[in-house]
């Protein structure tokens, strides 16, 4: 079964350190892979996307993503981070069904916190 | 100004109660989906359509129902609301999946079953 798996529930990291937020995936066929940022009230907003092409994807704020085929993982990073990427970050992956429609899965998220 | 609009963004019923959560956008897309938020669970998927009369269950469709007689709107129905379908719920749209376009998410409904 298709499944994403974000292994750490919360991440702490100093302001102006790198970041990594993990995330593994178990799919069959080529992955679609996806970031998003929630931040509080709000609903969750594109980051980044990896579909084919470079491992290493840039997106939005700075971040970027290392697509790793044999490990399965697709981890979000940022050279140095702000207070204010202080936010709930989820990775998703798209499914196709036998159907021929499309479904996400949805990694259970990882809180990022930025000490100041 | 594009977006996702859902409506109501906070309810709170009694279970029994039909309730319908609508989701509206204005960015002409294709594929529509329904999501709920629970700590622990992340997000899953409730519905979701392709286009317009063509809706499939998503990872948690139990006691939930949809409808897309038109691209622009997707709600989402619960015909006998129960304590365990309170959540946060959101709607959400793309331009197509084939494409690989990303989601573009509403702000959420918070819905309470007592």
């Known amino acids: 079964a298709q499944s994403v798996a974000q292994p750490e529930d919360q991440v702490n990291v100093a302001e102006g350190n790198p970041l990594t937020v993990k995330c593994t995936y178990s799919?069959?066929?080529?992955?679609?892979l996806f970031w998003y940022v929630q931040y509080p009230n709000r609903g969750l907003q594109f980051l980044l996307k990896?579909?084919?092409?470079?491992?290493l994807v840039k997106g939005s704020y700075g971040f970027e993503a290392e697509f790793n085929k044999s490990q399965t993982s697709f981890h979000l990073k940022k050279p140095s981070a702000l207070v204010s990427d202080s936010a709930l970050y989820f990775c998703?992956?798209?499914?196709?069904?036998?159907?021929?429609?499309?479904?996400?899965?949805f990694g259970t998220g990882t809180r990022l916190k930025v000490l100041a | 100004e594009a977006q996702v609009t859902q409506n109501p963004r906070y309810l709170i019923t009694v279970t029994g109660k039909k309730l319908t959560v609508t989701c509206s956008q204005n960015?002409?897309?294709?594929?529509m989906s329904w999501y709920r938020q629970d700590p622990g669970l992340g997000l899953r998927q409730i519905y979701y359509?392709?286009?317009?009369?063509?809706?499939d269950k998503g990872d948690v469709p139990e006691g939930y129902k949809v409808s897309r007689k038109e691209k622009r709107n997707f709600p989402l129905i619960l015909e006998s609301p129960s304590p365990n379908q309170t959540s946060l719920y959101f709607c959400?749209?793309?331009?197509?999946?084939?494409?690989?376009?990303?989601?573009?998410f509403g702000d959420g409904t918070r819905l309470s079953i007592l």
């Open positions: 998703a992956v798209r499914d196709r069904r036998t159907s021929g429609t499309y479904k996400y899965i």
């Open positions: 799919v069959s066929g080529n992955p679609y």
């Open positions: 359509s392709m286009n317009v009369e063509v809706t």
């Open positions: 990896y579909i084919t092409g470079d491992n």
């Open positions: 959400a749209s793309s331009a197509a999946p084939g494409w690989d376009q990303p989601q573009h």
């Open positions: 960015m002409n897309h294709e594929y």
